[in-house]
């Protein structure tokens, strides 16, 4: 008998998180809710592997990511289309930071690359710590200080006056080809 | 299915047609050792949370509490 009990606890717990993470992440509900079901399926699945005293919260994470990134990443492309929208909303410039609303910067936020993505959300969202964070993604810690670095500045860069413009109508034309196979 | 299978055809004539095509230069790449301002980066952190914890505070949607239980039961059921 395992202890059943404790495990789904568990994993309750951690659900908000999983899907704050997923949805920053892939940038659509649906798509991320997808995830974390598969996620939680693997987990419950796979509980055994989990070594107890280490960081259940990570492992979660770890398998949430791969899960993303082997077959998830290739089907979200395909169901773009609020990217393209929200690119669009984010084609009006602020006029400096402080006047930037949430949705502007979740509109930046999907612009980043799925790498940086990932890895700014797991330091500066999770609070993961660098060595963490390098262990879920499988790559080395200053790989993952230098993707962190490059999201942030991406995301000042996206920010400031102008410079979305530059491919956010490419995003929304190729989100058009993509939603015509739907 | 497609409804326009040429998007792809007609977008490379064109480049084709047009290979001195400039203007579209900018690299958005950035340099990972750029140093951002403080106030940039604490303002990015800010709204990083602000977007994230809005998400982390929503109810747990059933579908998963749902998952769970039937797991759990099939587990119980073997």
């Given at each position: 008998?395992?202890d059943v009990?404790?495990?789904?606890?568990a994993l309750?717990?951690?659900?908000p998180?999983l899907r704050?993470?997923?949805?920053?992440l892939?940038?659509d509900?649906?798509?991320a809710?997808?995830?974390?079901?598969?996620?939680?399926?693997?987990?419950?699945?796979?509980?055994?592997k989990?070594?107890?005293g280490?960081?259940?919260?990570?492992?979660?994470f770890?398998i949430?990511?791969n899960t993303?990134?082997?077959?998830f990443?290739?089907?979200r492309?395909?169901?773009?289309?609020?990217?393209?929208?929200?690119?669009?909303?984010?084609?009006?410039?602020p006029?400096?930071y402080?006047?930037?609303?949430l949705?502007d910067f979740?509109?930046?936020l999907?612009l980043?690359?799925s790498?940086q993505?990932?890895?700014l959300l797991l330091?500066?969202?999770e609070?993961?710590?660098y060595e963490e964070?390098a262990?879920?993604?499988?790559?080395?810690?200053?790989?993952?200080?230098?993707?962190v670095?490059?999201a942030?500045?991406?995301l000042a860069?996206l920010?400031?006056?102008?410079?979305?413009?530059?491919?956010?109508?490419?995003?929304?034309?190729q989100?058009?080809?993509?939603?015509s196979?739907? | 299915?497609?409804?326009?299978?040429?998007?792809?055809?007609?977008?490379d004539?064109?480049?084709?047609?047009n290979p001195?095509?400039?203007?579209k230069?900018?690299d958005?790449?950035?340099?990972?050792?750029?140093?951002?301002d403080?106030?940039?980066?604490?303002?990015?952190?800010?709204?990083l949370?602000?977007?994230?914890s809005?998400?982390?505070?929503q109810p747990?949607?059933?579908?998963?509490l749902?998952?769970?239980d039937?797991?759990?039961?099939?587990e119980?059921?073997r």
């Amino acid at each position: 008998m395992t202890d059943v009990p404790n495990v789904r606890d568990a994993l309750v717990s951690a659900i908000p998180n999983l899907r704050a993470f997923a949805i920053s992440l892939s940038g659509d509900y649906h798509f991320a809710d997808d995830l974390v079901q598969e996620t939680l399926l693997k987990a419950w699945t796979h509980r055994d592997k989990f070594e107890p005293g280490t960081n259940l919260r990570a492992w979660l994470f770890t398998i949430l990511r791969n899960t993303y990134f082997s077959d998830f990443r290739k089907r979200r492309r395909e169901v773009q289309d609020v990217d393209g929208e929200k690119a669009a909303q984010l084609a009006t410039p602020p006029e400096q930071y402080g006047h930037l609303d949430l949705s502007d910067f979740r509109a930046a936020l999907k612009l980043l690359s799925s790498d940086q993505c990932e890895a700014l959300l797991l330091i500066g969202a999770e609070g993961f710590s660098y060595e963490e964070a390098a262990e879920i993604c499988g790559c080395a810690v200053g790989t993952v200080k230098s993707r962190v670095n490059r999201a942030r500045a991406r995301l000042a860069e996206l920010m400031a006056v102008g410079s979305v413009n530059d491919f956010g109508p490419e995003i929304i034309s190729q989100t058009v080809v993509a939603r015509s196979t739907g | 299915m497609h409804a326009n299978g040429k998007n792809d055809e007609v977008g490379d004539a064109q480049r084709l047609a047009n290979p001195t095509e400039t203007g579209k230069s900018a690299d958005c790449s950035s340099d990972p050792d750029i140093k951002l301002d403080e106030s940039a980066q604490l303002l990015i952190g800010q709204h990083l949370k602000a977007v994230y914890s809005e998400i982390v505070r929503q109810p747990i949607p059933d579908q998963f509490l749902q998952l769970l239980d039937e797991l759990e039961r099939k587990e119980r059921d073997r």
